[in-house]
């Protein structure tokens, strides 16, 4: 059974810095690109960032992908040995609260980023919220 667990999520002050885990089971962690998403209340679910399988498996590219709006400030990892992804998050800002999600799939990081409904498997998600 796939299973993606999200935590990490807190109350930030703003130009804080916060650190989210992405805890997966179920599946083979290195065939599987991870992405990283948020919805904000009222919005959509949007994707900030992507890293690909390792060594470029499949469709990797072996670059990382970020939404224009955190590009410099979050940086996505994986860990293979721990089976987890992260997202470093730097110089939060009060736009960047909303529940975070994971999500793993077989898909190209720069399509899929763009395409949060194309992905098969999700967490959860954690709360962060940014207080000015």
């Known amino acids: 059974q796939v299973r993606l667990v999200e935590s990490g999520g807190a109350l930030v002050q703003s130009g804080g810095s916060l650190r989210l885990s992405c805890t997966t089971s179920?599946?083979?962690?290195?065939?599987?690109?991870i992405g990283w998403f948020r919805q904000a209340p009222g919005k959509e679910r949007e994707g900030v960032a992507c890293i690909s399988t390792p060594g470029g498996f499949r469709w990797g590219d072996g670059v990382d992908h970020y939404a224009d709006s955190v590009k410099g400030r979050f940086t996505i990892s994986r860990d293979r040995a721990k089976k987890t992804a992260y997202l470093q998050m730097h110089n939060v800002q009060p736009e960047d609260a909303a529940l975070y999600y994971c999500?793993?799939?077989?898909?190209?990081?720069?399509?899929?980023?763009?395409?949060?409904?194309?992905?098969?498997?999700w967490g959860k998600g954690t709360r962060v919220t940014v207080s000015s």
């Open positions: 179920g599946f083979t962690f290195d065939d599987y690109d």
């Open positions: 999500a793993a799939d077989d898909i190209r990081c720069a399509y899929g980023l763009k395409n949060p409904n194309r992905w098969d498997y």
